[in-house]
Structures are given as structure tokens and as C-alpha cells.
């Protein structure tokens, strides 16, 4: 139903210049001391947005964000000691 998203991290020399990037995907939060930027777009148009983003000038690296591959269903194997205090 929803297509599959990914995320970029564009890190950028200024950020007059991040409006180029609207047109990539949207973007997600603009860091003003670190000049990068998080942008999020379909996947499936992922590899051929993140060649065209290095074409830019202000643009120094292009990173593929880690998110989708970190696990986020958590299992305990310590036993619950709450039930030994009532």
C-alpha cells in the first residue's frame, strides 16, 4: 500500500542552497551547525537521486541512512525479577 522510504544524509558547504534538494524528496530536518541535511524519498528511486545529488556544487557526501536495517523487535533473555518482590 505506502511505498517502501529511505533516507539520505547530504552533507552539505551551506545551506542556501538545500531548496535544490525539495525536488529529490522531502526533507527532514536541516541542521544548521553541522550543514547536513535528512532528506527521505521512494527507494526505489534512491540510487539514481543520490547520483544526481552529487552533481551539485555545495554538496561534499551523500550517505545512505542505516535506519531500515536497524532491528527494532527486542526480546529479554533475563528473567523478570519483579514478580520474586510481591
Given at each position: 500500500?505506502?511505498?517502501?522510504?529511505?533516507g539520505?544524509i547530504?552533507?552539505?558547504?551551506?545551506?542556501k542552497?538545500?531548496?535544490?534538494?525539495?525536488?529529490?524528496?522531502?526533507?527532514h530536518?536541516?541542521?544548521?551547525?553541522?550543514?547536513?541535511?535528512v532528506?527521505?524519498?521512494?527507494?526505489?528511486?534512491?540510487?539514481?537521486?543520490?547520483?544526481?545529488?552529487?552533481?551539485?556544487?555545495f554538496?561534499?557526501?551523500v550517505?545512505?541512512?542505516?535506519r531500515n536495517?536497524?532491528?527494532?523487535?527486542?526480546?529479554?533473555?533475563?528473567?523478570?525479577?519483579?514478580k520474586?518482590?510481591?
Amino acid at each position: 500500500m505506502f511505498p517502501e522510504r529511505t533516507g539520505l544524509i547530504i552533507w552539505v558547504n551551506d545551506l542556501k542552497s538545500v531548496k535544490h534538494l525539495e525536488r529529490f524528496g522531502s526533507i527532514h530536518y536541516a541542521s544548521k551547525r553541522m550543514h547536513y541535511v535528512v532528506i527521505y524519498m521512494n527507494a526505489d528511486k534512491a540510487e539514481e537521486a543520490t547520483k544526481a545529488i552529487q552533481k551539485y556544487p555545495f554538496v561534499k557526501k551523500v550517505e545512505r541512512s542505516m535506519r531500515n536495517e536497524i532491528p527494532t523487535e527486542y526480546n529479554s533473555n533475563v528473567p523478570d525479577k519483579s514478580k520474586l518482590y510481591t
